[in-house]
C-alpha cells in the first residue's frame, strides 16, 4: 500500500486519542477497505508507558472479530509518540510482523505520519491522503 486514506473528522479523532492519552503512548486500529479507514477502535495501551504500548491480547481479537464482522479489515496500526513521529526500533520489528499501513502522531510535533514496512529500506514513508465527506 502506498497511500492512507482518512477524513479529516478522523484525523481529529486520532489526535484526540493521542492527547487523552498523555502523558503516555495512545493506540488505536484502523478498519477499512484498501487504503480507506471507514472505522477507529481506540485501544487501550496496557503499557500506560510514554515509549511503549501494548495491547491486551482479548482486545485485539476483539477487533479483528469486529472488523470481519462488519467485512472490513484491519488496514493501519495508529499509535502516538510523546516524541518525535518516527518508528523507533520496537515499532520497527513489530512493523514487520504485522505488515499494515502504521500510523504515528507526534504530540510534540503536531504531525501525522504514515510508514509501512519494507524489506529493502526497513521503513518507508506513504502519503496521508485527507478525503471529503465518504461516499
Ligand atoms: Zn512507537
Known amino acids: 500500500m502506498n497511500t492512507i486514506s482518512l477524513t479529516a473528522a478522523q484525523i481529529r479523532q486520532l489526535v484526540g486519542i493521542a492527547k487523552d492519552a498523555l502523558p503516555n503512548e495512545s493506540c488505536a486500529f484502523l478498519l477499512g477497505h484498501n487504503d480507506k479507514v471507514a472505522k477507529i477502535l481506540p485501544m487501550r495501551n496496557i503499557d500506560e508507558s510514554p515509549v511503549t504500548f501494548s495491547i491486551e ?6 477487533a479483528y472479530n469486529l472488523a470481519e464482522s462488519k467485512g472490513m479489515q484491519v488496514i493501519a496500526i495508529f499509535h502516538s509518540h510523546p516524541a518525535k513521529p518516527w518508528p523507533s526500533s520496537t515499532d520497527i520489528k ?7 499501513v502504521w500510523i504515528i502522531y507526534s504530540t510534540t510535533e503536531s504531525q501525522l505520519k504514515a510508514f509501512v514496512y519494507d524489506d529493502d529500506e526497513l521503513i518507508k514513508e506513504i502519503d496521508i491522503i485527507i478525503t471529503g465527506v465518504r461516499a
Open 94 to 100: 513489530f512493523m514487520e510482523i504485522n505488515p499494515v
Open 57 to 62: 491480547p482479548a482486545e485485539l481479537l476483539h
